[in-house]
C-alpha cells in the first residue's frame, strides 16, 4: 500500500523531547530549529559579474520548547535542571552537554523526523504566571542552547 502525502505529514502538535536519554514529554511549542549559515563574500578583483563566497561560521539558535505544566512530565524537567545544576555547583570541570532528541510524530505515534542536538545546556526556565482571577492554562517554558546538529 502506497502512503499519499497527507498520510505521512507530520502534526506540528505532536513531538518529544529527550535530553540525555531522559524523556522530557511533550510540548505544545518548539521554536528555533534553525541554522544560519554566515557565508563571507570575497572581493575578486577584475571580476564584476559574480559574487565569490566562501564558508564562515555557523549560528545555531536557541530552542525554545512551551507547554502546558501536567505532574508527570514538568516532574522531570525539574530533576533535569536539578541535575544540571548540581554537576555545575560540585563539579572541578564545566559538565559535558547532553544530547538532546526532538521527535516529530504522524497522527498514529509513528516517528515522521526527528533532530539531534550536541553539547545541550538549559538556558532558561519559567513557571506559570499563577493568578487566581484567570481561569488560563498554568504554561511552562524551557530554553536550551546547544552546538549543533549531530
Known amino acids: 500500500m502506497q502512503l499519499s502525502l497527507r498520510d505521512m505529514l507530520g502534526l506540528n ?9 531522559i524523556d522530557l514529554g511533550g510540548w505544545g511549542q518548539c521554536k528555533g530549529l534553525e541554522v544560519d549559515f554566515k ?3 570575497v572581493d575578486q578583483g577584475g571580476v564584476y559579474d559574480y559574487q565569490k ?4 561560521g555557523l549560528n545555531y539558535s536557541p530552542i525554545t520548547l512551551r507547554r502546558a505544566v501536567n505532574p508527570a512530565d514538568s516532574a522531570k524537567v525539574q530533576q533535569w535542571l536539578s541535575s544540571m545544576v548540581n ?11 547532553g544530547t538532546a532528541v526532538i ?4 497522527s498514529d505515534g509513528t516517528p515522521v523526523m526527528t533532530w539531534s542536538l550536541r553539547s ?17 492554562i498554568a504554561m511552562e517554558t524551557l530554553q536550551i542552547v546547544h552546538e549543533g546538529f549531530l
Not at 554537576?87 to 552537554?97: E, F, I, M, R, T
Not at 538549559?122 to 484567570?134: M, V
Open 13 to 21: 502538535n505532536r513531538f518529544h523531547v529527550t535530553i540525555s536519554g
Open 39 to 41: 557565508n563571507d563574500h
Open 53 to 56: 563566497w566562501t564558508p564562515g
Open 87 to 97: 554537576s555545575w555547583v560540585h563539579s572541578a570541570k564545566v559538565p559535558d552537554g
Open 103 to 106: 521527535t516529530l510524530f504522524h
Open 120 to 136: 545541550v545546556y538549559p538556558s532558561k526556565w519559567s513557571g506559570p504566571e499563577l493568578d487566581a482571577s484567570t481561569a488560563g
